[in-house]
């Protein structure tokens, strides 16, 4: 029976009873149907009469869809009318102009990706092209260096491994699979010396160093993230993300862990090479600080005098990105670290000889071509490979995981712990044996 259009609607009588009764448990307030065109049918109460000359606002909302009329509503039009003052209503306005602006230009940004699309394979994006996407919109976020380059290295390796040229669309679980074994499988620094067998000769000094499964993990990660902005602005007709539940199933996934025992002390007297990259202050004393304070190797190089600061009675090391060059891993790591009366001695002695400017001036930062600069890169990475002479497992990072370890079995509270080290979660936490 076909239903007989009103003015305001669907005449429910008219209806079928299972139709009238999902109709009624629609929200249609403020909405009205002409034809298949849903309207913005709003009555003016008495309170917003004197500023307005009509009696009601009758408006198109240029849609057949239901959901799409409530959305248009409820955003941009109910909170325009909820207002109870002149005051309040132009307030409402002005955050209506901001949000309709906000979504028309998100919605032209969409727009000139798909008409700018390249006519590949079969009409649609390469996975270089949704790459490149997420590249341009990732760093209008400011991200740190280090995050920039992991991405980089990540999208290098997808369009080796998987080709380029492949259209998104076409790329699924199995696919993303493949990747992750031939990671799992590749020699640390592939991208270089590229994937192909080892020799006889060599061929057990391979098998120890194969890539770490965290990071693959991180990788695909990464690969995730891709295809999401890919998949949340449109740019590809998949829903579904071809790197949304992959596991690095049967691999031994291991955690940091802290130094233990005589450990401890052999990672704060490593021998000091002699170089022009940093100085031997740096190479003495980073990891001491890092040992009491549980900052990463980045925040460490990037302290200056005036990052030392009391704080209700407390001194603090101040980890900021406010300041020349300086730049945080993410947001919760803006925090104060008080400074333990371990810590305080090795400083005074750095404020001694840095009263100005950073505390680890030469601690062997990298310049990279376009400019950027990642500090401490030098260091870290002599560092990292002196530690393997300790144990295999042991990095500069492990300190973090015993500054925690530390805490934690000091009676430290855990939200503490995660604001001294700038944690979202106390995913570093591992008690010693």
């Not at 891993?329 to 810590?343: C, F, G, H, Q, W």
Request: net charge positive; with cysteine; hydrophobic share 35%.
């Amino acid at each position: 029976m076909k239903p007989i259009i009103h003015k305001r609607g669907i005449k429910k009588t008219d209806m079928p009873a299972d139709e009238r009764a999902s109709e009624m448990a629609k929200d249609t307030k403020y909405l009205s149907q002409v034809g298949d065109t849903w309207h913005f049918d709003y009555l003016v109460p008495k309170r917003l009469k004197k500023w307005f000359k009509i009696q009601r606002i009758r408006h198109t909302l240029n849609t057949s869809d239901l959901t799409q009329a409530v959305k248009l509503r409820d955003v941009y039009l109910r909170p325009v009318i909820s207002a109870q003052t002149a005051e309040e209503l132009l307030k409402q306005l002005n955050s209506y102009i901001e949000i309709a602006e906000r979504d028309l230009e998100e919605g032209i940004g969409k727009l000139k990706t798909f008409m700018n699309r390249k006519n590949i394979g079969s009409n649609l994006m390469t996975l270089s092209e949704i790459c490149d996407y997420f590249m341009k919109h990732y760093q209008k976020r400011n991200p740190a260096p280090a995050s920039v380059s992991k991405y980089k290295s990540t999208i290098s390796a997808v369009s080796f491994i998987l080709d380029g040229n492949t259209p998104a669309d076409s790329i699924e679980k199995k696919d993303i699979l493949r990747f992750r074994d031939i990671l799992l499988s590749a020699p640390v620094g592939w991208q270089k010396s590229g994937i192909g067998t080892a020799s006889p000769k060599k061929k057990k000094e391979k098998e120890k160093k194969t890539m770490n499964a965290n990071t693959v993990k991180d990788i695909v990660r990464m690969v995730k993230n891709i295809f999401d902005k890919a998949i949340e602005d449109e740019i590809i007709e998949t829903k579904d993300n071809p790197a949304g539940k992959i596991d690095i199933d049967g691999v031994d996934v291991k955690s940091k862990r802290p130094p233990e025992g005589k450990e401890v002390e052999l990672l704060c007297n490593l021998p000091y090479r002699k170089t022009k990259l940093f100085d031997k202050e740096a190479w003495r004393m980073m990891p001491v600080f890092a040992r009491y304070s549980g900052c990463r190797v980045g925040e460490i190089a990037l302290l200056t005098a005036k990052d030392i600061i009391v704080k209700n009675g407390i001194r603090c090391l101040k980890i900021t990105a406010f300041g020349e060059g300086k730049k945080l891993k993410t947001e919760s790591s803006e925090r104060l670290v008080p400074i333990s009366d371990k810590l305080k001695p090795f400083l005074d002695k750095m404020l001694k000889n840095h009263t100005s400017g950073r505390l680890f001036p030469k601690c062997g930062d990298f310049k990279g071509k376009d400019g950027s600069v990642k500090q401490a890169h030098y260091f870290d990475k002599y560092y990292n490979r002196a530690t393997k002479n300790v144990a295999e497992d042991l990095s500069f990072h492990c300190w973090r995981v015993y500054a925690n370890t530390q805490m934690a079995d000091s009676g430290v509270d855990i939200l503490d712990r995660e604001a001294i080290l700038g944690h979202k979660t106390d995913i570093t936490l591992i008690k010693s044996s």
